[in-house]
């Protein structure tokens, strides 16, 4: 299991004084660039140097509480699944407290970056996944 | 079916050169804004004067295709379900050519403002997503 | 003078309730793409064919009111000066009532793709600039 | 001087690659918020609890680099002026090399949250701010 500490910002509230749904996506995202980082595939390397894409082909968000402007909050991400050319990432973000206010899922697609079908996943990133969860 | 016409914009789209994911979530906001806006129950009424909001309990999306930057775009809106206190909407995000490049489904709970509770949906809410759709 | 309308958009606002002070640079470049679209040079023609781009090199905004979700509002754009390699765009943010709520300015600077030295406007975009404001 | 470090997000880049520049008004403010939470005055406080708020009245920003997605950045914060009712921060982004790539500026005024007119600084957050930097 993966952690990321965060805060939540200013910008990722709207008019109803919580987060955004749709910004939950970002937060998580903003975990798995970390930890896609610290495997060593960061997102400048995969968009600007790698020979393969890593797409979203699905993503899903279960919210259960909110979040408030200036809250430390934590994400959790778990490996939940992972094949051949895709993997699947569940993610469970916790505010100050502990409590999980959203659980998120994400499959994630490897692609060519030429022909843009699909391929095996990286045989490196694949031994890191398994590895680092 | 409600339809919405839009085109993409280039803080929607990252260094993939197409629209992020998370972003998705944001076009089909949009469009169920609209929506709502086209029934009378725009977001600066349901914040500001309404005694009930809608939250989002859940939001999913199934990727198919990508957008660019400038790519005209329409955003498609049915209402798959609707019970006492909750509906859900699905929506179909088509490129220029007509072509589904995204789905997505969120489902709605409306609360009372005041205890935080689940509530029945106003009636008058109900009866316009009716007939609307 | 090129004007553009649109809706202000429940992400585009905080938690004070109002469209965040940054989200005016998205609207004002939303207006920009729109208008730069009007004269045949949209976004996914100038990022991914064009052998230029026109950077930003200085923005800036003066407010003097604020925005709610839903607000019907009016950007106009005005080309406040231009020169060879440079233009400068003036941008004025009007309420459903047709008041000023921002003010903006925008500096763009072309640049050669491959060198990503200063370069001169294109014919074509300097003539279309210049006509249509 | 504030100094806050963070990272470079992919939804913060557009499709030419870069950052959008309108996202380093994001950016500056996430620091801002954390230096105003390292004095005390949390946004959450501000927003929820406060009987003030700080609007900002003019905001610019001059761009002399780029950032790309996963690039480690350092923002400096430095209070350049503060009167009776307002102060004006200076912000400078580095890039991984310490070079500057953006220096914005915002100008801060202390309002009545129930008449919305100018106010003083409250005298705690006036002190705090001018010993922090």
Not at 85 to 98: E, H, R, W
Not at 99 to 117: F, Q, Y
């Amino acid at each position: 299991m993966y952690t990321w500490d965060t805060t939540v910002k200013l910008h990722q509230t709207d008019a109803a004084g919580i987060v955004f749904y749709g910004n939950y996506f970002r937060i998580v995202h903003d975990a798995y660039e970390a930890f896609m980082g610290s495997l060593g595939f960061d997102f400048n390397y995969i968009i600007n140097e790698a020979d393969f894409l890593v797409l979203i082909a699905h993503a899903e968000a279960d919210y259960s509480g909110s979040l408030r402007p200036s809250e430390k909050i934590r994400v959790q991400i778990a490996l939940d699944k992972i094949g051949t050319t895709s993997f699947v990432l569940g993610y469970d973000v916790l505010n100050t407290a502990g409590d999980s206010v959203c659980r998120l899922k994400t499959v994630h697609v490897a692609t060519d970056k030429k022909s843009g079908r699909k391929r095996p996943l990286p045989e490196k990133l694949r031994a890191k996944l398994v590895a680092a969860t």
